[in-house]
């Protein structure tokens, strides 16, 4: 995975055993935040140079190199991204144009090469997220097979959403057109639309947190051993490094929220790649946070 490029965080641990349960903390920080454009009604547009249509001449030695990135670049749809939205000259490359725009009235409009160029800031900030409803899915990043992925654009202030829409041609990743919506239109909506007041009210927020949480810590040094148990309500401040907020983004590799009552959501460091797993679940009409993981 993208963000799985690096080792895991490292986050250190006390326990101490009192009346046979577990009392957890860590070194509390200050919320991180992505570094986000924020677009409702339109994309940013920018005007670029258009390039020069003179047959240029590529030595062998540069066209192996060009395949040999290629290869790199595709085997996985996260490797293709974390290149694609690093990369300006691999977004020209791998942008289908004309590109077609389509906004939430359903108003659509064409943009040429030569007309715009994202930036894609969101996805460079200090974290990305992603949202699954089951472990299971989570091994869909690894699914080299796949021919078509979306990566969201989620706006908690707004409740705007905007899809990059991308498909495989030839073993080739593109991206082939842009929607923006919001959350009435999504299938996470009962998610979403939880989740941004969550994010934003510290009161709402516990009051979405139940009297315990189970968690499950990395001991440190070790990843392959974790240690479990409960922490109360009151020692959550000192667990996470904080939620996700004002805008997060979403991979979907195939997963559908169609009347899902749980939902994973994973943080993941653009610093080095280290996550964090936040637990929801549906409880009758109320979404609580039940767990979390390191």
């Not at 943009?111 to 992603?130: H, I, K």
């Not at 989620?154 to 919001?182: C, E, M, N, Q």
């Not at 979403?250 to 994973?264: C, V």
Request: charged share 25%.
């Amino acid at each position: 995975m993208v963000r799985r490029m690096l080792a895991r965080h490292i986050i250190v641990v006390v326990f101490t055993a009192v009346c046979g349960f577990f009392v957890l903390s860590c070194t509390s920080r200050s919320n991180d935040k992505e570094t986000a454009d924020v677009t409702v009604t339109k994309p940013v547009l920018t005007k670029v140079p258009k390039r020069s249509k003179e047959p240029v001449l590529i030595s062998d030695e540069e066209l192996m190199r060009e395949n040999a990135y290629n290869v790199r670049a595709d085997g996985l749809f996260d490797d293709f991204l974390f290149n694609y939205v690093n990369d300006i000259e691999l977004q020209s490359q791998r942008t289908h144009f004309p590109l077609e725009i389509t906004m939430t009235n359903g108003e659509k409009f064409i943009l040429e090469q030569d007309e715009w160029r994202e930036t894609f800031a969101f996805m460079t900030g200090d974290y990305t997220t992603n949202l699954y409803n089951s472990e299971q899915e989570m091994g869909l990043n690894e699914d080299t097979t796949l021919l078509s992925a979306s990566l969201e654009k989620i706006d908690l202030l707004t409740h705007a959403i905007t899809y990059y829409d991308f498909v495989r041609v030839d073993g080739l990743w593109y991206l082939h057109s842009i929607r923006v919506s919001d959350f009435k239109h999504s299938d996470l909506r009962s998610f979403l639309t939880f989740y941004s007041k969550f994010s934003q009210d510290s009161i709402y927020q516990q009051r979405s947190i139940p009297s315990s949480i189970r968690v499950s810590i990395q001991v440190p040094d070790d990843e392959n051993l974790s240690i479990e148990g409960f922490i109360t309500k009151e020692q959550w401040g000192t667990m996470s490094s904080g939620i996700p907020n004002a805008v997060i983004t979403n991979i979907r590799y195939g997963q559908s929220f169609k009347s899902t009552r749980k939902i994973w959501m994973e943080k993941i460091s653009m610093g080095n790649g280290m996550s964090e797993m936040f637990i929801f679940r549906k409880r009758g009409s109320n979404w609580v946070l039940e767990g979390y993981e390191n």
